[in-house]
C-alpha cells in the first residue's frame, strides 16, 4: 500500500446512487411502488452503502451472504466481511414484493431516499446461530436480536440512492468517505489512524490518541459516532460539541473529525473487522483501538480489579485473533495504551512506562459520569473545562434531574394513595414540577381505546413510560401508578426513562388477599364471577418484579408511612435535598 492513501476495501468505492433517467422512473411510479419507511438504525446503514462506508457492498445482502456473514464472517464469494447488511421489514411488506421488482426506501419523514432492485425475499433460520463469541451479534439490520417479532423478513438486492439523507445536527462536521478522503491527502502524514468512538473524549483519550497517532507518524480522523436513536438521545449533541472543542488541541493538521452514521454491532472482534473496513474505506491504514471503542468500557479505575483484568484478556484476545484478517483487511490494529496521570509532574505516561514507586492516577468515564451525577468532586486534571461544562449540561446533579417513580401492584394495593400523597408531599419539598400519571386517569385521556388484552394493556404501559420519558428528559417528577403486570413491559419503560434521568420502581407488594377484601369498586367480585376476563391477579398473572429498588407492603404501613420511606430513598440516593 504506497501513497498517503490506502484504496478502499475490495479495490473500488462502490458507486450506488442512481442515475437521472433512474432517478426520473421511480420518482414518477414511486406513489404505487411498494415502499418501505426505514427506522434510525437502517437509514445509518443505508447512508453508509450510497456514501461507500461499506464498500465493496452494493446493496443488501441476500440469504446466502447474510448466512455467510452471520455464521462465518464470510459471505458467499469468499469476501471477509464480519456482520450482516441487511434489509428487515415487516411480513405485510414482503408480502408486497417480487424478484425483479422495486422497493422504494422512505426515511421516518417520508421522504424517498432510495430504492432496492429485489432480488430475494426470505426469513432467516432462527435456529442457526453464529459460532463462539457471535451469538450476541445485535439484530435488527445486522443480526440476530431484535426485530425478529415486527420484522421477521429480509430483502436482498442492489440499492440505489436517490438523495443521501439530509441532517440538521452538525451537518459541517458529517463527511463522505470521499471528502474525508480529499482532507487527508492535504494533510502532512504519510499515513493516518482512524479513531471510532462513542463516547466523550476526555484528557486520557486524548492523550492517549495523540501519543499512538505521533509513535505511528500519522495523521489521526475521529469518527464520533451517531447513537442509533440520536433524535432522542439530548447527550449526543453535548457530546458532539465536547469533542469538536477537544480538536484543536492536536497540532494543526493532524486531526480530522467527522460525525459517522455507523452502528457498533457484534462482539469485540466483529466490531474490529467491521470499523477496520469502514476506515480502510475512509482512507487510513491503521485502527487505533481502546476498551470503549470495542464496547469494552467496564473498568472501575483500580488497577487490580478483576473486571478490569477480564477487559484486558478481551481486549488482547479481540487484537490476537484479528492478526488472521490483518493482511486481508488491509489496516492494522493499534492499541490504545491506557494512561496514568502523574500527580507531581502533572503529565500522563502509559500505565506500563510508570516508575516503580510512583504513585499515579486513573479514572473510568464511568465512573467520572456517576460522580458527576452523585455532585462528587471530578479532578482537574480529568477533563479539559470547557469539555467539564458540556458534560454537566447532560449529566447535572441529581438534584437537578428529572425522575421517575414507577409504581407497580395489584388492583387495590395502595399504588395510586401512596402515589397521590407523594406528589403533594414533593411539591411542598422539591423545586420541580410533579405529574400523576394513575393507571385510571392514563386510560380516560391517554389509551380511552384500548381495551384488556394482553397486547392493549402492554400498549397503555408503553404510553405511559414515553410520557413519563419526557417528562424526565425535561427536569420533572412523573409518578406512574399503573398495575404493569408484565415484567418484559416493565424493562421496556425502565429502558426508555433511564436514557434521560433516574427510574425508581416501587414494588406495592400487598397481597392478593388483603387486595381483594378491600375491592371499593368491586372488580374482583367480578373478576370471580367471570364477569370481567383477563383480570390480574385473577384469571390473568402478575409477575413479581426482582428489579424493585422500593418494596412496600399498604397492609403492614400506613399510606404516610410508604410516602416517608421513599422520601427517605430519594434523599439517600441526592434525588432531592430538603
Given at each position: 500500500?504506497?501513497?498517503?492513501?490506502?484504496?478502499?476495501?475490495?479495490n473500488?468505492?462502490?458507486?450506488?446512487?442512481?442515475?437521472?433517467d433512474?432517478?426520473?422512473?421511480?420518482?414518477?411510479?414511486a406513489?404505487?411502488l411498494?415502499?418501505?419507511?426505514l427506522?434510525?438504525?437502517?437509514v445509518?446503514?443505508?447512508?453508509?452503502?450510497?456514501?461507500?462506508?461499506f464498500?465493496?457492498?452494493?446493496?443488501y445482502?441476500?440469504?446466502?451472504?447474510?448466512?455467510?456473514s452471520t455464521?462465518h464472517?464470510?459471505?458467499?464469494?469468499?469476501?471477509?466481511?464480519?456482520?450482516?447488511?441487511?434489509?428487515?421489514?415487516?411480513?405485510?411488506?414482503?408480502?408486497?414484493?417480487?424478484?425483479?421488482?422495486?422497493l422504494?426506501?422512505?426515511?421516518?419523514?417520508?421522504?424517498?431516499?432510495?430504492?432496492?432492485?429485489?432480488?430475494?425475499?426470505?426469513?432467516p433460520?432462527?435456529?442457526?446461530?453464529?459460532?463462539?463469541?457471535?451469538?450476541?451479534?445485535l439484530m435488527?439490520?445486522?443480526?440476530?436480536?431484535?426485530?425478529?417479532?415486527?420484522?421477521?423478513?429480509?430483502v436482498?438486492?442492489?440499492?440505489?440512492?436517490l438523495?443521501?439523507p439530509?441532517h440538521?445536527?452538525?451537518s459541517?462536521?458529517?463527511?463522505t468517505?470521499?471528502?474525508?478522503?480529499?482532507?487527508?491527502?492535504?494533510?502532512?502524514?504519510?499515513?493516518?489512524a482512524?479513531?471510532?468512538?462513542?463516547?466523550?473524549?476526555?484528557?486520557p483519550?486524548?492523550?492517549a490518541?495523540?501519543?499512538?497517532?505521533?509513535?505511528?507518524?500519522?495523521?489521526l480522523?475521529?469518527?464520533?459516532?451517531?447513537?442509533?436513536?440520536?433524535s432522542?438521545?439530548v447527550?449526543?449533541?453535548?457530546?458532539?460539541r465536547?469533542?469538536h472543542?477537544?480538536?484543536?488541541?492536536?497540532?494543526?493538521n493532524?486531526?480530522?473529525?467527522?460525525v459517522?452514521?455507523?452502528?457498533?454491532r457484534?462482539?469485540?472482534l466483529?466490531?474490529?473487522?467491521?470499523?477496520?473496513i469502514?476506515?480502510?474505506?475512509?482512507?487510513?491504514?491503521?485502527?487505533?483501538?481502546?476498551?470503549?471503542?470495542?464496547?469494552?468500557?467496564?473498568?472501575?479505575?483500580?488497577?487490580?480489579?478483576?473486571?478490569?483484568?477480564r477487559?484486558?484478556e478481551?481486549?488482547?484476545t479481540?487484537?490476537e485473533?484479528?492478526?488472521e484478517?490483518?493482511?486481508?483487511?488491509?489496516?492494522?490494529?493499534?492499541?490504545?495504551?491506557?494512561?496514568?496521570?502523574?500527580?507531581?509532574p502533572?503529565?500522563?505516561?502509559?500505565?506500563?512506562?510508570?516508575?516503580?514507586?510512583v504513585?499515579?492516577?486513573?479514572?473510568?468515564?464511568?465512573?467520572?459520569?456517576?460522580?458527576?451525577?452523585?455532585?462528587?468532586?471530578?479532578?482537574?486534571?480529568?477533563?479539559?473545562?470547557?469539555?467539564?461544562?458540556?458534560?454537566?449540561k447532560?449529566?447535572?446533579?441529581?438534584?437537578?434531574?428529572g425522575?421517575?417513580?414507577?409504581?407497580?401492584?395489584?388492583?387495590?394495593?395502595?399504588?395510586?394513595?401512596?402515589a397521590k400523597?407523594?406528589?403533594?408531599?414533593?411539591l411542598?419539598?422539591?423545586?420541580?414540577?410533579?405529574?400523576?400519571?394513575d393507571?385510571?386517569?392514563?386510560?380516560?385521556?391517554?389509551?380511552?381505546?384500548?381495551?384488556?388484552?394482553?397486547?392493549?394493556?402492554?400498549i397503555?404501559?408503553?404510553?405511559?413510560?414515553f410520557?413519563?420519558?419526557?417528562?424526565?428528559k425535561?427536569?420533572?417528577?412523573?409518578?406512574?401508578?399503573?398495575i404493569?403486570?408484565?415484567?418484559?413491559?416493565r424493562?421496556?419503560v425502565r429502558?426508555m426513562?433511564?436514557?434521560?434521568g433516574?427510574f425508581?420502581?416501587?414494588?406495592?407488594?400487598?397481597?392478593?388477599?388483603?387486595?381483594?377484601s378491600?375491592?371499593?369498586k368491586?372488580?374482583?367480585?367480578?373478576?370471580?364471577?367471570?364477569t370481567?376476563a383477563?383480570?390480574?391477579?385473577?384469571?390473568?398473572?402478575?409477575?413479581?418484579?426482582e428489579?424493585?429498588?422500593?418494596?412496600l407492603d399498604?397492609?403492614?404501613?400506613t399510606?404516610?408511612?410508604?410516602?416517608?420511606?421513599?422520601v427517605?430513598?430519594?434523599?439517600?440516593?441526592g434525588?432531592i435535598?430538603?
Amino acid at each position: 500500500m504506497g501513497g498517503k492513501l490506502v484504496v478502499p476495501y475490495g479495490n473500488g468505492m462502490s458507486h450506488n446512487m442512481a442515475d437521472e433517467d433512474q432517478r426520473r422512473e421511480v420518482l414518477k411510479s414511486a406513489g404505487e411502488l411498494p415502499s418501505w419507511t426505514l427506522s434510525e438504525v437502517q437509514v445509518c446503514d443505508l447512508e453508509l452503502l450510497l456514501q461507500g462506508g461499506f464498500a465493496p457492498l452494493c446493496g443488501y445482502m441476500g440469504r446466502k451472504d447474510y448466512e455467510g456473514s452471520t455464521l462465518h464472517m464470510r459471505m458467499s464469494d469468499g469476501l471477509l466481511w464480519p456482520c450482516p447488511v441487511s434489509l428487515d421489514v415487516s411480513e405485510a411488506c414482503a408480502g408486497r414484493l417480487a424478484r425483479g421488482g422495486k422497493l422504494v426506501l422512505r426515511e421516518p419523514e417520508g421522504s424517498a431516499l432510495g430504492f432496492v432492485e429485489v432480488e430475494e425475499v426470505w426469513r432467516p433460520d432462527t435456529q442457526k446461530r453464529p459460532d463462539g463469541d457471535g451469538r450476541d451479534l445485535l439484530m435488527g439490520p445486522c443480526g440476530w436480536g431484535d426485530g425478529f417479532l415486527d420484522r421477521p423478513f429480509r430483502v436482498g438486492g442492489r440499492v440505489f440512492g436517490l438523495s443521501l439523507p439530509v441532517h440538521f445536527d452538525f451537518s459541517e462536521l458529517r463527511k463522505t468517505p470521499r471528502e474525508v478522503r480529499e482532507e487527508i491527502n492535504h494533510c502532512q502524514h504519510a499515513r493516518t489512524a482512524a479513531f471510532f468512538t462513542d463516547q466523550y473524549l476526555f484528557r486520557p483519550q486524548f492523550e492517549a490518541t495523540f501519543r499512538a497517532a505521533t509513535e505511528l507518524r500519522a495523521g489521526l480522523l475521529i469518527n464520533s459516532l451517531v447513537p442509533t436513536t440520536w433524535s432522542e438521545n439530548v447527550e449526543h449533541f453535548y457530546k458532539v460539541r465536547s469533542q469538536h472543542k477537544i480538536m484543536r488541541r492536536y497540532p494543526r493538521n493532524m486531526v480530522v473529525f467527522n460525525v459517522l452514521p455507523l452502528m457498533l454491532r457484534g462482539e469485540a472482534l466483529r466490531r474490529m473487522m467491521l470499523t477496520a473496513i469502514v476506515a480502510r474505506n475512509f482512507g487510513c491504514a491503521y485502527m487505533l483501538v481502546d476498551e470503549a471503542s470495542l464496547g469494552l468500557d467496564q473498568m472501575v479505575g483500580d488497577a487490580a480489579s478483576w473486571e478490569e483484568k477480564r477487559t484486558e484478556e478481551k481486549i488482547v484476545t479481540a487484537i490476537e485473533q484479528y492478526t488472521e484478517y490483518r493482511q486481508e483487511i488491509g489496516v492494522e490494529v493499534v492499541r490504545c495504551r491506557q494512561m496514568a496521570y502523574l500527580e507531581g509532574p502533572d503529565s500522563f505516561v502509559p500505565v506500563d512506562r510508570v516508575p516503580a514507586g510512583v504513585e499515579w492516577m486513573r479514572l473510568s468515564q464511568k465512573k467520572a459520569l456517576r460522580n458527576l451525577e452523585s455532585g462528587a468532586a471530578i479532578p482537574d486534571w480529568y477533563m479539559f473545562k470547557d469539555v467539564l461544562e458540556e458534560v454537566r449540561k447532560a449529566h447535572p446533579p441529581r438534584e437537578k434531574q428529572g425522575f421517575t417513580l414507577f409504581f407497580t401492584g395489584l388492583s387495590g394495593s395502595g399504588k395510586s394513595t401512596v402515589a397521590k400523597i407523594l406528589r403533594i408531599v414533593l411539591l411542598e419539598i422539591a423545586d420541580r414540577q410533579v405529574t400523576l400519571l394513575d393507571g385510571d386517569i392514563v386510560r380516560r385521556h391517554l389509551s380511552k381505546k384500548l381495551g384488556f388484552s394482553r397486547e392493549d394493556r402492554d400498549i397503555n404501559i408503553r404510553r405511559i413510560g414515553f410520557v413519563a420519558a419526557e417528562i424526565t428528559k425535561n427536569g420533572g417528577i412523573a409518578l406512574c401508578a399503573p398495575i404493569a403486570p408484565y415484567d418484559v413491559v416493565r424493562k421496556q419503560v425502565r429502558s426508555m426513562v433511564e436514557k434521560r434521568g433516574g427510574f425508581i420502581l416501587v414494588h406495592m407488594a400487598t397481597s392478593l388477599e388483603v387486595c381483594e377484601s378491600r375491592d371499593p369498586k368491586g372488580m374482583y367480585a367480578k373478576a370471580r364471577s367471570g364477569t370481567i376476563a383477563n383480570f390480574t391477579g385473577i384469571s390473568d398473572p402478575y409477575e413479581t418484579p426482582e428489579d424493585a429498588e422500593i418494596i412496600l407492603d399498604a397492609a403492614r404501613k400506613t399510606p404516610r408511612q410508604c410516602v416517608d420511606e421513599i422520601v427517605g430513598y430519594l434523599r439517600a440516593k441526592g434525588y432531592i435535598l430538603s
